[in-house]
């Protein structure tokens, strides 16, 4: 079970024998939802057997979450539109919900599409907010055609749009720059600095962050890179002018890895609207051109605010009970020939190896989803089972969380990894 959310939810294709539980909350849910928002023809019709009858047919396309071993809620997909969200009503308000909405993303994505569609019915008022906060976007009114019988009938709806794929790249960027906030993550192990590389150039509009201080609590006990503290990383996003509304762009220099650690954290904490510049400021550089010096632009403060928890995570004992483990480190590192950073070389018992870099390819970007589908199955990670990654420090395992995600897949992280492991002697150590 992954620690997601508020609610402890395991999320499992649907059988046949859930379909009776997802028609009794889909029938409550449709009623809630679209009683005297949507034609009468099409409410005389959708009566309660015909619930029934369609989620016996739609079984294939659900995913159903499982809480103390009831069905409380499923999401239902169909090619590029998710088309179907509903909770029990005993679980609203308990962050179930928006767990299914990112498991139909993640399915649409994994089905080769990067962006997704739903329908919401006018006067749904609760689930435009909804969807507004996961990063959806209303695109304007059109006409659904709602499934009945052998024909359709006409619902006047808003049509939202989602990017669901976690990369950018450079061009759609420059397109969009005035209506995301961009954040400028330039880290890498052993320095330089990034402060004074952004202050020599930068995407224009972008704010600093630094990973060190806003993106890590100090070393310890935890490991190099500590998970930051709530109250810390919110209010280095609200510096740099995040708000929940709003989608947010990251980038580094370093082939993604810095800038899938703020990825991680934005997501950690609920925004679900942010992604990270494919090829980063090299791509940038190369193929739009336009730079910006100096310390940053004064901005308005962001209202970022919530909780942790929404992205899975494993401890020292759980990572071990995980199916996958995956590090991310050099392949050196993971055999345990050289150590540079942390005291005792080797790695965590059972974990397979696959480095950053093989996320990449030769220019900087990202694999194909078919290449990065290749590289993850030949260590055994599949759709059906649980993967978790780890690091020296837990900023890079998040690369290897970002590509996973990019081809529909979801991923725990070891915050602690590797040097949070051996600070521990009792633990045991592999290598070759």
Request: charge should be negative; hydrophobic fraction near 40%; include cysteine.
């Amino acid at each position: 079970m992954r620690e997601t959310g508020d609610v402890p939810a395991r999320l499992r294709p649907a059988t046949p024998a859930d379909a009776a539980d997802v028609a009794r909350i889909w029938y409550a849910g449709w009623q809630d939802g679209h009683l005297g928002r949507v034609p009468g023809e099409l409410v005389a019709v959708r009566t309660r057997d015909t619930f029934d009858a369609r989620a016996a047919a739609r079984v294939p396309d659900t995913v159903v979450a499982e809480v103390d071993g009831d069905v409380a809620g499923f999401v239902m997909t169909d090619a590029d539109e998710v088309d179907q969200v509903y909770v029990d009503a005993a679980r609203r308000g308990s962050g179930l919900a928006a767990t299914l909405l990112g498991a139909a993303e993640r399915r649409v994505l994994a089905q080769g599409h990067p962006r997704a569609w739903l329908a919401v019915v006018p006067g749904n008022e609760r689930a435009r907010a909804f969807y507004a906060r996961q990063g959806w976007r209303d695109e304007g009114s059109f006409h659904h055609r709602a499934p009945v019988g052998d024909g359709y009938v006409q619902v006047p709806c808003h049509r939202y749009v989602k990017d669901v794929s976690p990369l950018i790249g450079p061009e759609e960027l420059a397109d969009r720059r005035p209506e995301v906030v961009v954040l400028d993550v330039r880290w890498r192990l052993g320095g330089p600095p990034g402060r004074p590389e952004f202050e020599a150039g930068h995407v224009p509009g972008a704010a600093y962050v630094d990973l060190d201080t806003e993106l890590a609590d100090p070393p310890g006990a935890r490991g190099r890179h500590p998970l930051p503290g709530t109250d810390t990383f919110l209010a280095a996003m609200r510096r740099a002018g995040v708000r929940r509304g709003r989608p947010v762009v990251v980038y580094d220099d370093w082939g993604g890895r810095a800038a899938a650690r703020c990825w991680w954290l934005l997501r950690h904490h609920g925004h679900d609207a942010v992604r990270v510049l494919d090829g980063g400021w090299t791509a940038w550089q190369d193929v739009v051109g336009e730079v910006e010096t100096g310390p940053g632009r004064p901005r308005a403060a962001g209202d970022l605010d919530g909780s942790a928890g929404a992205m899975p995570v494993v401890d020292a004992v759980s990572a071990t009970t995980v199916p996958v483990l995956v590090d991310a480190r050099a392949p050196e590192r993971f055999r345990g020939e050289t150590e540079p950073v942390d005291p005792v070389a080797g790695r965590v018992p059972g974990a397979v190896n696959v480095p950053a870099t093989d996320n990449l390819d030769g220019s900087g970007r990202f694999r194909s989803a078919a290449e990065l589908r290749e590289v993850y199955a030949g260590v055994g990670v599949t759709d059906d089972d649980e993967v978790a990654a780890y690091c020296g420090s837990g900023v890079v395992a998040c690369h290897d969380l970002l590509a996973l995600e990019s081809i529909g897949l979801q991923g725990a992280l070891y915050p602690g990894s590797w040097s949070e492991w051996v600070a521990d002697d009792s633990r045991p150590v592999e290598t070759g």
